[in-house]
């Protein structure tokens, strides 16, 4: 496998260090890049202990100076980005005569517009080399989820953002996907048991029951489709987007 830079958002922790890991691995030299740099370090510092390459890059990605800051860093400690996976993001749930235009911006300012803005800082790089790799996590939530109107319109905003990248940048030799995660075991779903006052265990137990394959996912099955997006042979697989959710879901 070609070695590629990749940028990772949002993997100081859950899917997004699992694929900063798993992009190390096949690899890749990545940029660990999350709000919080000493936890981003701390996967940094995993992923080179174990012999490949990485750097903890702080930054909010929804801030347009922040975003082209961080991908010009990437770019001088690892070298031109040509593979990023927007999977940044936050979670301010409730139902909608409860939901503040604080908590909606929010959501869709680190889902949508740090999407965008990452996506355009680096496209100039894959650009350059005739290749690039963008992947966005969207969610099974795109189809609509009660108390995530707000989530809900980002994760379904990522898929046409991602049909709409792969029309642009496909003459390029860069392709978009995005990767739809059902219930993964995350420290925001373990945020969210917390929230409704359930124990995490029958939380889980509780969501297992509805997927067929009898499980709740794990952060490295999302790294895992991801991880092929990112591939050489992901060449011909633009402006598609991937439920993983352990059964049917669209």
Not at 200 to 225: S, T
Request: aromatic share 6%; proline share 3%.
């Amino acid at each position: 496998m070609t070695s590629r830079t990749a940028i990772v958002t949002g993997a100081a922790r859950g899917i997004g260090a699992a694929t900063a890991r798993r992009l190390a691995a096949d690899g890749h030299a990545v940029a660990v890049l999350d709000l919080a740099e000493d936890q981003a370090q701390a996967v940094a510092d995993d992923i080179n202990a174990k012999g490949g390459k990485a750097v903890a890059v702080g930054a909010d990605v929804a801030d347009e100076a922040a975003a082209a800051a961080a991908v010009e860093r990437c770019a001088a400690e690892l070298g031109p980005p040509q593979i990023l996976v927007n999977n940044a993001g936050i979670l301010r749930d409730n139902l909608l005569f409860k939901m503040s235009a604080a908590d909606w911006d929010a959501v869709l300012g680190v889902h949508l517009r740090g999407a965008f803005l990452m996506s355009r800082a680096v496209q100039s790089s894959m650009v350059d080399a005739g290749w690039g790799r963008i992947v966005n996590l969207s969610s099974t939530s795109a189809l609509g989820n009660r108390g995530q109107a707000n989530y809900a319109a980002a994760k379904a905003g990522m898929q046409g953002l991602t049909k709409t990248l792969a029309i642009e940048l496909g003459k390029f030799g860069i392709t978009a996907n995005a990767v739809a995660p059902g219930f993964i075991e995350t420290e925001m779903t373990r945020a969210t048991a917390e929230r409704v006052g359930v124990p995490f265990a029958d939380f889980l137990a509780h969501a297992a029951k509805d997927v067929p394959v009898g499980r709740v996912g794990q952060p490295e099955d999302i790294a895992a489709a991801v991880a092929f997006f990112c591939s050489e042979d992901a060449g011909y697989v633009s402006g598609q987007v991937l439920y993983v959710a352990g059964g049917p879901k669209a």
